[in-house]
Every structure is written in C-alpha cells, then in structure tokens.
C-alpha cells in the first residue's frame, strides 16, 4: 500500500542480535504498549464503528503477541523490564495536528507507519536469526504487522479524502525518515 522513505540496514539487526535479551524486553513492551493504544483509540472514538471493531480485534491480537513474546523471555530465563520511553515514538507523536478531524487522521496515518516500521524491522530480525522457532516466530509477527500497517491506511480513507489521507502520509513518511536516520541503532525495535 505505501513503502517507507527510510531502510533500515542490516548492520540495526546485528545490534539487535548481539543484545537480543535487552530487544525482547522492548519488543515486549511495544506490543503492550500497541494494545493499549488500540484500547485508547476505541474509547476516544467509541462513535466511529469500523474503529471500534478493528480495535477490539487489534487489541487483542497485540495482547496475545505480548503473551507470546514475554514467552521468549522466561524461557531464556529472563524477566520482564520496567518500560523506557521511546524516542521514536515520542519524536513521531509530535506531527499530531490540532484540531479534532486533523488529530484522528494523523492518529491513523502515525500507527499506520509505527506498524510500517515494526514490519520492516522485525522482517529484519527474522532474516537475521538462525532456523528455528525464533525465527519462524519473527516472520510471523512481521507478516501481522504488515497487515496492521494496511489496516490503520484503510481506516483513515474510510473516514477522509483519499487524495487528503495519501498528501498527509507523504509528510509523515519524511517526517519518520528523518526520525529513523537521526537515532542510534539500540538493541530495540525503533
């Protein structure tokens, strides 16, 4: 449906793999994090029918992915960290518009890349592991988030002009290209 502006290069896999624990803890994190926005947007928007569905249905599939991978952690004999603020996410809330309409449309059009980014990069981490269950987890979690990107598009061209929807995902797209090549790599998905 779009492609991202910025590709991140395999060397972000290599410092994910060499503190792969420290990853599974964020990962675990992002995934709680994604059900409760999810949970969020159905309480802001409790009117907006096709949103309500597709957040219950996205809350509880995050949710699962976060049972999933906390999963990973106890088996490696790991435990659950406290959550870190994340500096992508916080530097890409800051496109937010003012202004009812404008905010929800930026709302989809940000998860919408957030999900973009989670794909290209958990897409990277399964090409990265070695066979296994690991990897075979990571593909299929790159497979979803694929499917979440195209969701959160769909959303906002049901509720505003495609030609709108499209000009502001241009911007954002920059905008998370910026974001990504300014950031260190970190043992973390963004």
């Known amino acids: 449906m779009f492609e991202l502006k910025y590709q991140t290069p395999k060397a972000w896999a290599e410092v994910v793999l060499?503190?792969?624990?420290?990853?599974?803890?964020?990962?675990?994190a992002a995934e709680k994090k994604a059900s409760g926005m999810a949970m969020s947007m159905i309480s802001h928007y409790p009117?907006?029918?096709?949103?309500?569905?597709?957040?219950?249905?996205?809350?509880?599939?995050e949710l699962i992915h976060?049972?999933?991978?906390?999963?990973?952690?106890?088996?490696?004999g790991g435990q659950l960290g406290a959550d870190?603020?994340?500096?992508?996410?916080?530097?890409?809330?800051?496109?937010?518009?003012n202004g009812s309409d404008v905010f929800f449309m930026d709302r989809l059009i940000v998860a919408g890349v957030i999900e973009a980014r989670g794909?290209?990069?958990?897409?990277?981490?399964?090409?990265?592991?070695?066979?296994?269950?690991?990897?075979?987890?990571?593909?299929?979690i790159a497979k979803s988030e694929e499917k979440h990107k195209n969701l959160f598009i769909e959303l906002a061209y049901e509720y505003f002009d495609k030609a709108e929807v499209d000009q502001r995902l241009e911007e954002v797209l920059e905008i998370e290209a910026d974001i990504c090549m300014a950031l260190p790599f970190r043992a973390a998905l963004h």
């Open 84 to 97: 870190e603020k994340d500096p992508y996410i916080n530097q890409i809330r800051k496109v937010f518009r």
């Open 66 to 76: 976060f049972k999933q991978v906390l999963k990973l952690i106890y088996a490696r």
């Open 47 to 61: 009117d907006r029918k096709s949103v309500v569905k597709a957040m219950a249905d996205l809350a509880i599939e």
């Open 18 to 28: 060499s503190d792969f624990d420290a990853f599974l803890t964020d990962h675990a």
């Open 119 to 140: 794909h290209e990069r958990f897409s990277l981490v399964a090409q990265a592991l070695p066979e296994g269950k690991d990897k075979d987890f990571y593909q299929s």
